[in-house]
């Protein structure tokens, strides 16, 4: 999402969507590390190519500690991150089970390369998350 933010490869419509319906990214600036550090409840760490969950920082579930650890590793490599606006995924009733919906799309390139959703039961998507079928209608 900070891609599309940034780059503006998208017209004023389809910016306008993007902003009503996810969630706001940017990419990493290390002048901004003090606002990261006083916003950590409300802000989520990303690697670029981290998948599954295996290179996200959630400031509201770390000490201050592991985040200003977080917040130094991506100082170090600044254009391998990106710095998310925290949300809560709404639950997603499934019978018996509750799950919390995750999905996104894949870029190669800044180029559209397809959907992926997928779901837990947590509320934040790892390598245990089941996969879902993403069904799209087309014009």
Known sequence: YALWREEQ????????LLN??????????TADISD???????????KHFGRMGDAVVM?????PNMWEDALME????SKD???QQ??????APNGAVVLYPALGVYLINGAFAGYYSRADASGFTTHEAYYAVTAVKTA
């Open 9 to 16: 490869i998208l017209d004023a419509d389809d910016t306008d």
């Open 86 to 91: 925290a949300f809560s995924p709404l639950p």
């Open 36 to 46: 990261y550090r006083d916003r950590r409840e409300e802000l989520v760490l990303k």
């Open 20 to 29: 009503q319906y996810t969630p706001h990214s940017v990419f990493f600036n």
């Open 74 to 77: 991506a100082a170090a490599r």
């Open 59 to 63: 400031g509201r579930l770390c000490t």
């Open 81 to 83: 991150y990106i710095v």
